[in-house]
């Protein structure tokens, strides 16, 4: 147990909790006790989850399906919230897909950035008045090892992520003095419905999304971010050594490499289909 309830509080919300690690962190927080908002897209998804979590947890689960692409998600929330104070936000949802930048979609890559960029502002800084006046709080946000690095095939997808990480640590600084704990997990290569989708790298050095949320809520209120699994910490480490040249032409030759494995060989088959 993580005493999260008596640590934070009575209500979370996770945003992409439809599927993997936010399904995860909705399913860790409801054995603790901990009321839910699940924010997500999928509405029968969120209904199942909500159910089942209802049924074997005795909480209130309150499900909001909601695009944060969209300019009024927020107010699509706060609807749903009906003035309920959140204590524990958990910034999950995002998107993501590979393929060299000049054929990329535009309206994809400005939705990808309002998701998985601006809602964690938006969001972030909507509920942290309360927080700052509770004198308590925690804020997760997930970032990436891909974070860590230029990396080509996912530029910009990557750079939301080292977003996310310089945003979330310089948080970390800013909200310590009001009793708010800050933390940016940084996953590698997860066994998760997204990572399916993106490179069908299903590898047996895959992380599990029951790990990573563990090792993040072990590390809330110890540490600004943490990156999850051994291999991953030291992708990270290598990645700090080296010139910018070096580390993105080895991101690159390997990036490469499993799109063109995995992701296209995947696109061909269903267009086969």
């Known amino acids: 147990m993580y005493n999260l309830k008596k640590r934070y509080g009575n209500w979370a919300l996770i945003t992409g909790a439809s ?56 107010e699509s929330i706060l609807k749903e919230i009906d003035g309920r104070e ?45 927080m700052i006046k509770k004198r308590k709080g925690a804020i997760i946000f997930l970032g990436s090892v891909v974070a860590y690095q230029p990396t080509p095939v996912m530029a910009a997808y990557a750079a939301t992520k080292a977003f996310n990480f310089s945003f979330g640590n310089a948080l970390w600084y800013e909200l310590k003095k009001y009793g708010i704990d800050v933390l940016t997990v940084n996953p590698g290569n997860t066994a998760t419905e997204f990572n ?29 971010n943490v990156v999850d699994g051994f291999l991953n910490k030291l992708i990270t480490t290598f990645s700090k050594f080296g010139s910018v040249r070096f580390i993105v032409t080895v991101t690159g030759l390997i990036m490469n490499k499993l799109y063109k494995k995995n992701y296209l060989s995947k696109q061909t088959s269903q267009i086969a289909q």
């Open 196 to 224: 399916r989708m993106v490179l069908n790298d299903n590898s047996i050095l895959s992380r599990t999304a029951g790990q990573v949320v563990n090792n993040a809520l072990k590390s809330l209120g110890k540490k600004p």
């Open 86 to 130: 959140i204590i524990i936000l958990v910034n999950n949802a995002g998107i993501g897909k590979p393929g060299e930048f000049n054929h990329t979609d535009i309206k994809y890559d400005s939705d990808m950035i309002k998701i998985n960029c601006l809602a964690p502002v938006v969001l972030t800084e909507y509920f942290v008045k309360t």
């Open 19 to 74: 599927s993997g690690i936010g399904e995860e962190f909705a399913r860790v927080f409801a054995i603790e006790g901990i009321n839910l908002i699940l924010v997500a897209r999928r509405k029968d998804r969120l209904d199942k989850i909500a159910e089942d979590l209802r049924n074997d947890h005795n909480i209130e689960v309150i499900v909001c399906s909601t695009d944060l692409s969209n300019e009024n998600f927020l």
